[in-house]
Nanobody, 116 residues
Framework: QVQLVESGGGLVQPGGSLRLSCAAS????????MGWYRQAPGKQRESVAH???????TYADSVKGRFTISRDNAKDTAYLQMGTLKPEDTADYYC??????????WGQGTQVTVSS
């Protein structure tokens, strides 16, 4: 089992920055990939960014060049640095961990609001 706790959400003005954290605990050695998803009101949850244990990253087209995902293996924590934020980035952001054997776990989510 893996437990994930997100933090760092909040209210930010358009053009601003925010960093989300996802702290993992439990069977950390089983984790192959960690990622961030988001769900805006009335919309489906969508993939934002992912990072593997080898450091390979992928991003949604909508956030490329603005968001950066990283991982601190010593702290068992993944980060999502978000920059040049737009109102359309407003959503609940969720962390997900995927194991080598395909099991997965979700965090409880953290809210990000981009508004002036």
């Amino acid at each position: 089992q893996v437990q994930l706790v997100e933090s760092g959400g909040g209210l930010v003005q358009p053009g601003g920055s925010l960093r989300l954290s996802c702290a993992a605990s439990g069977s950390i050695s089983n984790i192959y990939r960690m990622g961030w998803y988001r769900q805006a009101p009335g919309k489906q949850r969508e993939s934002v960014a992912h990072i593997t244990t080898a450091g390979s990253t992928t991003y949604a087209d909508s956030v490329k060049g603005r968001f950066t995902i990283s991982r601190d293996n010593a702290k068992d924590t993944a980060y999502l640095q978000m920059g040049t934020l737009k109102p359309e980035d407003t959503a609940d952001y969720y962390c997900k961990a995927v194991a080598y054997y395909s099991a997965s776990w979700w965090g409880q989510g953290t809210q990000v609001t981009v508004s002036s």
